[in-house]
């Protein structure tokens, strides 16, 4: 399902493993008129990593996953009364039990009594499907079409990148970077996680690596990224530039940017499929560049993917980049894309 196509309201994830429960489960959640989103199968624990914290209630059983992380509207089902209590004791993220069908009145009227969740916040994903296809470009946009209300983070993920600060001109500015700060499994506050970056002054925080001419043994891996998004993604916005195979699993949408090229739009294709696998949704943004041969429709077909926006060509902008930095003042097609693109997760 595409986040921009999603029910006006949050919806409800069922997320058991039990046969039987499962089917009750569905079908009660089913009769809120809210969208059901099924985690069942092997889509479920990506599934309930990327929709625990959006999610209007989430229905899980004994032998499921339980979201990582506390929040109101978890609750578990079971098949008997002997059995409820037993399992509400090893399951403390669940806030009440229903045993099914014969309590089945009672977790509607516990679904329907759910305040509306709190504002989280939003992780989008830029990945490049060419050598300087522009993602980084695209992604410094985002955050700072962004900048004005939802205190953006940008976080540079590739290794030989040459730090993503470069980009912004904030290259000299104080703050941690890659290597310098320990994230680690218990809970980080975004706040203080923010405070620690360096920032643009229009209040973008950047987390990259920082430039050596010594052999550093850092190396970023998946589930370190993965921790750093879920730490920035709980409130604003959080673009992560980064390549395929650290694309987080707490993205809301990869954003793939596609040079209007054949080998581009075939390498968008792949890439497209192995996100879709990790139950992650993807849009596109074509990139248009003086050889670009393709349409966007062609671009379209050959990914198999929507495209969103458009990138195009703009005089004098990779000089002032590399001089200056991305203008605080997007040019307007600039603006436009990142404007589309952030459309997509509202």
Not at 2 to 26: G, K, Y
Not at 69 to 88: C, K, N
Request: charged share 20%; aromatic share 2%.
């Amino acid at each position: 399902m595409r986040a921009h196509t999603a029910a006006s309201q949050p919806p409800i994830l069922v997320a058991i493993s039990d046969a039987a429960l499962h089917t009750e489960a569905v079908h009660l959640a089913a009769a809120t008129g809210r969208q059901v989103i099924d985690a069942a199968a092997e889509a479920h624990p990506a599934a309930l990593a990327r929709h625990a914290d959006t999610a209007y209630a989430i229905l899980i059983d004994a032998a499921s996953s339980a979201p990582r992380r506390p929040r109101p509207g978890v609750f578990l089902v079971a098949g008997s009364v002997e059995t409820i209590d037993a399992e509400l004791a090893v399951c403390p993220q669940a806030q009440e039990g229903f045993v099914l069908p014969e309590q089945a009145a009672g977790l509607l009227r516990a679904l329907g009594s759910l305040a509306q969740p709190p504002q989280v916040g939003r992780v989008l994903s830029v990945v490049g499907t060419a050598g300087g296809a522009g993602a980084s470009t695209l992604g410094a946009c985002l955050c700072r079409s962004a900048a004005a209300d939802r205190e953006p983070a940008l976080v540079d993920a590739h290794r030989y990148s040459g730090g993503i600060d470069l980009l912004l001109g904030i290259e000299a500015a104080v703050g941690a970077r890659w290597g310098e700060i320990v994230i680690g499994e218990g809970t980080i506050e975004r706040a203080g996680l923010r405070h620690a970056l360096p920032s643009t002054p229009d209040r973008i925080a950047v987390l990259t690596s920082s430039r050596t001419t010594i052999n550093d043994p850092f190396v970023l891996d998946a589930g370190m990224l993965e921790r750093a998004a879920e730490a920035l993604g709980a409130d604003g916005l959080t673009v992560v530039d980064c390549p395929v195979s650290l694309v987080p699993q707490r993205s809301d949408v990869a954003v793939l940017v596609v040079p209007a090229e054949v080998r581009a739009a075939a390498s968008a294709a792949r890439i497209a499929s192995e996100l879709a696998a990790k139950s992650l949704d993807v849009a596109l943004v074509v990139r248009r560049r003086a050889w670009s041969g393709l349409s966007t429709a062609e671009v379209e077909r050959v990914a198999k993917e929507p495209v969103v926006a458009e990138l195009p060509e703009i005089a004098g902008l990779t000089r002032q980049v590399e001089t200056a930095g991305l203008p605080i003042r997007l040019p307007r097609p600039l603006a436009r894309a990142a404007e589309a693109v952030l459309a997509e997760v509202g």
